[in-house]
């Protein structure tokens, strides 16, 4: 079979797109070749569309789809099947137009309006016994590096990254369904969880139907496009980011149900210069790689370790160790840094950073560059302290527990959540780095201090071991998560459906019917549902609004907290409980 002429295609998808429609016929009626072409009969059915046949049309877009799936065939029927009413065979053609144009803005546009109505999850979360079943959660990280479960053990990984890897080996294990999607180029297994291309989630959730997605850093993914009921966006960056760029627009974010942050000053951050709701913030942490061990150690070398990445304060660094020798002769530093864990080349590593690289150059000094997690682990149980005068907010700081959890305490600066991540494992110095004349002195003097004083440092390791195996096991923060989304996804049933239409459209004696003539569905607390029965009656009646402890109840209910009036609800309840 001879296709059309590929420039007499594309010149009559061009002169359609832009409404010249005869022209765009007598180019396609002036081809000799075609008539089987999947393109072209799709763009002759488009054409039919924009004559308003659409009976005419919708034959000619599906022969297009049998012959080849084409981008243009399956938005233009899925345009026509939902103006028609047609929504349960929408669903199949987002999913072609998705595999073969992930980030089309049609698509996106035809997925906000013909979505199903339905936001609950595809299967009850209790079976028959009464038994929670295990949810099915993905994480979506979109223009990542290539990486799967192996990656941390055989390469340097990032913080963000190993912190992906971690937790869904531990949902894993928990017994929940786990995909990944990332940087990979095909799909692979490790263990229990499933690696996919990122390009794949839009079309694979359409057609698998997650009860959870977890968008890393990017969220533009989950802003206002709903691929699951239960939809969270999860970030290490700071809000100054150019990942943050655009979510203080509320408009950008009425399908994200969460914002996790890691920790109190990260949340913080994001609520004073981004506008999240306080009620919308959900805390996590990160844990320590599963090949670290907290064990005791009674006597380690006068060694320093650095584990950053280059530019959060090696330079500082290189310049006082020759300091913190003449306190202490035997004193050695290692240094564990390149940007190698992000995917850098080893050229541009160095165009960036060799004359750095060149200052650690000096007697005592080991460059060992970025190390997988085993060869890492294994440095952190040799040495004596974490040396990081790190001049940048951190939202967390993984490095500062694996450091602990191998009896490595910390010494750093106050910048940013240091002081909540590093505890009584260590010591954070107040000032900055950079312009506080003291700043260098008090740290190296908390450097020295832990290299020749055995009973302090022994000290400090324990309390170190002891709060990473207390705080920062993934076990437990992933028992957390799977808590938390059951809770989250509890209130996602119809009958809440049903009333939420009703108050979106401020049809409030109809809400206040439902819930009085129908009885509160098995998933919902009887503090919600009272709550709720609150809230409506406020709503109808004009009176006091409810109080801030009602109100948390009902943003369980997942239909009503993505009413787009609600965080306004919120805020009343808040000031009148303030009042």
Not at 109 to 134: D, V, Y
Not at 172 to 200: I, K, T
């Amino acid at each position: 079979m001879t296709g059309a002429p590929s420039d007499a295609v594309r010149r009559a998808r061009e002169l359609l797109l832009a409404g010249r429609l005869g022209e765009s016929e007598r180019v396609l009626d002036a081809m000799t070749a075609g008539t089987n072409d999947a393109q072209v009969v799709a763009l002759r059915g488009m054409l039919a569309a924009a004559r308003n046949d659409d009976t005419g049309a919708a034959t000619l877009l599906e022969r297009s789809l049998r012959i080849k799936p084409t981008f243009d065939a399956a938005i233009c029927l899925g345009r026509l099947r939902y103006a028609a009413g047609f929504g349960r065979e929408i669903a199949g053609l987002l999913a072609t137009a998705f595999r073969l144009n992930p980030q089309s803005t049609a698509a996106h546009e035809l997925h906000r309006r013909a979505a199903p109505p339905s936001k609950a999850p595809a299967r009850p979360l209790t079976t028959s016994r009464g038994h929670r079943r295990p949810l099915s959660i993905w994480f979506s990280q979109a223009n990542s590096i290539p990486y799967d479960g192996d990656t941390p053990r055989d390469q340097p990984l990032g913080g963000t990254e190993s912190a992906v890897v971690y937790l869904a080996d531990a949902l894993a294990e928990a017994g929940h369904v786990v995909r990944v999607y990332n940087g990979c180029a095909d799909a692979r297994r490790f263990r229990a969880v499933e690696y996919h291309r990122w390009q794949d989630i839009r079309a694979d959730a359409l057609e698998d139907a997650p009860d959870v997605l977890i968008s890393i850093r990017d969220w533009s993914l989950i802003g206002q496009n709903r691929f699951a009921p239960l939809q969270l966006l999860w970030t290490g960056d700071p809000p100054d980011q150019p990942s943050a760029r655009g979510l203080e627009i509320r408009e950008h974010r009425t399908a994200i149900d969460y914002f996790v942050f890691q920790s109190q000053w990260h949340a913080g951050a994001y609520r004073t210069t981004r506008g999240i709701d306080a009620w919308r913030i959900v805390r996590t942490r990160l844990g320590f790689a599963p090949v670290a061990r907290t064990r005791s150690v009674d006597r380690r070398p006068p060694r320093l370790i650095y584990a950053s990445t280059p530019c959060r304060g090696l330079d500082l660094l290189l310049e006082w160790f020759p300091i913190i020798r003449q306190r202490c002769p035997e004193a050695e530093l290692r240094v564990c840094s390149s940007l190698r864990l992000y995917g850098v080349s080893e050229e541009d590593d160095r165009a960036q950073f060799g004359a750095l690289y060149e200052r650690a150059r000096q007697p005592g000094v080991v460059m060992l560059g970025s190390l997988p997690q085993p060869a890492l682990a294994a440095e952190y149980e040799q040495a004596r302290v974490l040396a990081y005068p790190n001049r940048r907010p951190e939202t967390f700081c993984i490095t500062v527990v694996e450091a602990q959890a191998a009896g490595c305490p910390v010494v750093t600066s106050t910048f940013g959540a240091l002081p909540e991540t590093v505890g009584n494992g260590g010591v954070c110095v107040s000032g900055d780095p950079d312009s506080d004349p003291t700043f260098r002195d008090r740290f190296v003097d908390e450097v020295v201090a832990m290299l020749t004083d055995d009973d302090r440092w022994c000290e400090a390791s324990r309390v170190a071991r002891e709060r990473a195996a207390g705080h920062y096991n993934w076990r437990a923060i992933a028992s957390e998560w799977s808590d938390f989304c059951y809770s989250a996804l509890a209130g996602d049933v119809p009958e809440l459906e049903r009333i939420a239409h009703h108050l979106s459209g401020r049809r409030y004696p109809l809400a206040r019917r439902i819930i009085e003539r129908e009885g509160r569905p098995e998933t919902v607390t009887a503090d919600a549902w009272t709550a709720l029965g609150r809230l409506v009656a406020w709503l109808d009646e004009g009176t006091q609004p409810v109080a801030a402890d009602l109100m948390a109840q009902v943003q369980l209910l997942g239909p009503l907290r993505r009413i787009p009036a609600f965080d306004d609800w919120t805020r009343q309840a808040a000031t009148t409980s303030a009042s």
